[in-house]
């Protein structure tokens, strides 16, 4: 959600509550997810490679939609990276924390 203002606290809590994960549009190439509220993408969540594993997964990536604001290291699991990426999106949008 881009704004022109900081939205409140409250405001900005309201949309979290109101917010789903889901699977992109484009799933089926990606397996990215989407973090969506009011029809608005929030956050992204991608699987993240790199890892030892026989798949060089290690776990999932996130970042906050339409911004080149990345989460710090990946989380274990989708709804972690989800519930990571909705608090960095509630700080950003808050303006508690600039890009």
């Known amino acids: 959600m881009v704004t022109t ?3 409140s ?3 900005a809590r309201a949309v979290v509550e109101a917010a789903r994960l889901v699977k992109a549009p ?3 190439d990606t397996r990215a997810w989407h973090v969506v509220a009011d ?3 929030l956050v992204i969540v991608e699987p993240s490679y790199g890892g030892t594993s026989a798949t060089g997964r ?3 990536r996130w970042w906050i939609a339409g911004t080149a604001i990345p989460g710090r290291r990946p989380e274990p699991t989708r709804e972690q990276a989800a519930v990571a990426g909705l608090a960095a999106w509630e700080r950003w949008v808050t ?3 600039k890009p």
């Open 58 to 60: 290690n776990g999932w």
């Open 95 to 97: 303006n508690k924390e």
């Open 5 to 7: 203002r900081p939205l």
């Open 26 to 28: 484009h799933w089926p």
């Open 39 to 41: 029809g608005e993408v």
């Open 9 to 11: 606290a409250r405001q």
